[in-house]
């Protein structure tokens, strides 16, 4: 059974790439992914509603796809990992996680999730070393591994570039998430494909997903057509049509800065991640800068990235408080919430209802009756009700959050997660 | 010495024709005006910034312009009403106070307040009695009126009408809150005119505020001249052409409806009024609402008015919490901050100063001081220096926050309250 974790925002050639590729790797009965929901790991709202990326990944041959809780999606790639690799854990039924890597380095990249999860003491004294000298938690790290694999010699430290792209990050961190879960995942690496890339069958260009929104912004839309599968474009130009997006991080621009300029630090130090001054200077510079581009580049300083920045916008908005991520970090997701599956997928879930670790969201309108249910199962005995809903309430403002932005008004209140069952492509 | 309460937004030839008469009622020294910052009494941003409409103010023959603190001019008739009363008292120097009025009877006004103040037994049994049928507080109070005037015959009940206009009942409220404060003042009234009345000397038409803001909203510029003095007239329109306004409560839509899709019931019963169901009514609907006017609209049962709804939609961004209104309500303010002065103003603020009641605050950037100085003066007993801090950067707040919905984005940041010093004619 194979995993994957996503966000297809939008999804485009290399998603598609990399999901053949990943199927021919591990030959799976059925394909599950995670998927990022109202808001991604940039920090930024999804492009379009998650209900339309469900649809267009089950029509790009994903078999079921699981929300990943706003909590993980929105934190960095530790956090997000973390959420992502436990959700699939959570299922019982995902042996293999294929993701994609700039190096391709599996071997190379176990090697140094060894390292982060045990922590010798000689790795955690030059860590130390590293803080102090007033790098980021990331920098530190892995100037700190490069110093230990010098030193102990367990791999060559030219390998550590391999730890420098935001992929390899992402994928190093599904490996010790895994690691400190104890799970027996089998881990498989796509080689990432540059844009332009021609490979075996593949047809059109290969962009990013931030160059493809970047058109979309622009509304170039025969470019986006050339970098989307056909599906997906079609879909994203429907919702498009509607009114249901394009939603951009900018569009919120008024929300973040009238929020910041009326929030004392104190009230913002309740808030994750506003540590290391940031409170004040997100305050202080919320009233000296004209706009939420002024804004990010005067709080910015070499310790902290554009995306840490974008996310922490976003977490007074959403109420992310340190005490949810502190406990989500530690317990894991709560529940599945299924977004949507093909005929492959509700065999699929047939099968996860008996041995999922937590319970299943189906209809998100009936989550607090799925709470009650859970807590009394014997199968969930690690099951945190009052976690539960401080986790999946966060998802339903979020989504309610991103639709404030469509364009059309009737789609902005419709309280689609209230409202939408599970996308199937039969009726989308 | 002449004072008068204002919002000034924008000044119009109602405006003229009211500071005229008032000026020949009382032939004064001089006039000192109260009016409202960046958030007016019906809930909405003024429409252009505060120092402007001061520079208007002085330039249409008010001396001095003190700001009435936004703690008051965001809350309903009464407390508006003792705010401003109280700051003209804190002065120390105003003796006579005028307000447009559309019965002009001072008479029956008085007798009204006496019972406001004195609350005889017969009068609170009626009001309790209309409370319980379910009314809002402003309507049981007027019943009750009723039924004691007629039961005492006090005086003619018809006259009661007279309480139920803006001015008339803005102008009851003025004199209960100096009944209560135990004031000499003297107040008169000026008879409000309508649109297109004309009176000796006056040229140009009579629109009231809110008929101009929408000709301004529409752009409908040639039809706003008519229905403004002409000094008044070109400063809003120097103001539109850098920038800085027309700002208007609808372009705050995603604001608002962001944080009430986002904060929870049991937060929002934090921020004062959101009490008989509020709470409930705004995040449930904010949610099924696609536009700021369908969330009023849905909001809105027979017992709130929509001047109510806009302006609790404000209190969780401005931070405006129940014990700052209670406390403010029964402590009054803790300043009177000089927004600006002519010559004549600069002879009274020296007069002032050795009298005043609150300390006065000239440059708001040095606050703190202004604090710290007043806490070590005899003269300010009862001053709260806490209140004072929460008080004043209620006020920076606020303008912090008008100042975002400019479009130009230097002034958007320019913090405009900490860098801006007193307006004064000369230079403006």
């Known amino acids: 059974m194979l995993g994957i974790v996503v966000e297809y925002n939008p999804f485009h050639n290399g998603h598609l790439y990399h999901l053949t590729k990943a199927k021919r790797i591990c030959n799976p009965d059925f394909t599950v992914a995670v998927m990022s929901g109202s808001f991604t790991q940039r920090g930024e709202p999804a492009i379009i509603d998650k209900f339309a990326r469900t649809e267009i990944a089950l029509l790009c041959g994903v078999d079921l796809v699981l929300e990943l809780p706003t909590i993980y999606a929105i934190q960095d790639a530790g956090g997000f990992a973390f959420g992502a690799i436990s959700s699939l854990a959570a299922t019982q039924v995902v042996t293999d996680v294929v993701f994609g890597s700039e190096s391709a380095d599996l071997e190379n990249l176990e090697k140094i999730a060894k390292v982060l999860v045990e922590q010798p003491p000689l ?8 803080l102090k000298r007033g790098h980021s938690f990331p920098n530190a790290r892995r100037i700190a591994i490069m110093r230990y694999a010098t030193s102990e010699k367990v791999f060559d430290p030219s390998t550590l570039k391999i730890i420098e792209r935001s992929n390899d990050i992402l994928g190093l961190e599904y490996i010790v998430s895994a690691k400190k879960l104890g799970l027996s995942t089998r881990f498989h690496v796509v080689k990432r494909v540059g844009a332009d890339y021609h490979d075996e069958g593949f047809k059109g260009t290969f962009s990013s997903a931030t160059a493809i929104r970047n058109l979309i912004r622009r509304n170039e839309m025969e470019q986006v057509r050339h970098a989307l599968p056909q599906e997906s474009f079609s879909i994203l130009r429907r919702e498009m049509k509607v009114g249901r997006g394009p939603v951009f991080y900018e569009d919120m621009e008024k929300l973040i800065m009238g929020v910041f300029r009326t929030i004392t630090r104190y009230d913002l130090q309740e808030y994750a991640g506003f540590n290391e001054g940031l409170d004040r ?14 804004l990010l580049e005067a709080v910015k300083a070499k310790r902290f990235t554009f995306s840490r920045l974008r996310r922490l916008s976003i977490y007074p908005i959403l109420q992310i408080k340190k005490d949810l991520v502190e406990e989500s970090n530690s317990k894991g997701p709560q529940y599945l919430r299924i977004l949507g599956f093909n005929e ?20 998100a309108s009936n989550y607090i009756s799925v709470a009650k249910e859970a807590t009394r199962k014997d199968r969930f005995r690690e099951f945190d009700s009052v976690l539960f809903k401080r986790q999946f309430e966060l998802d339903v403002r979020a989504t309610n959050l991103h639709s404030l932005y469509f364009s059309n008004t009737e789609d902005r209140s419709y309280e689609r997660d209230m409202r939408l069952g599970p996308v199937t492509p039969s009726h989308p």
């Open 123 to 130: 790795y955690l004294r030059f860590l130390h070393e590293e």
């Open 281 to 294: 200077r997100f305050t202080f510079y919320a009233v000296r800068s004209g706009t939420l581009q002024e």
């Open 344 to 363: 492959r997928g509700r065999e699929l879930l047939h099968q996860m209802k008996k041995v999922c670790a937590v319970p299943l969201i189906t209809n």
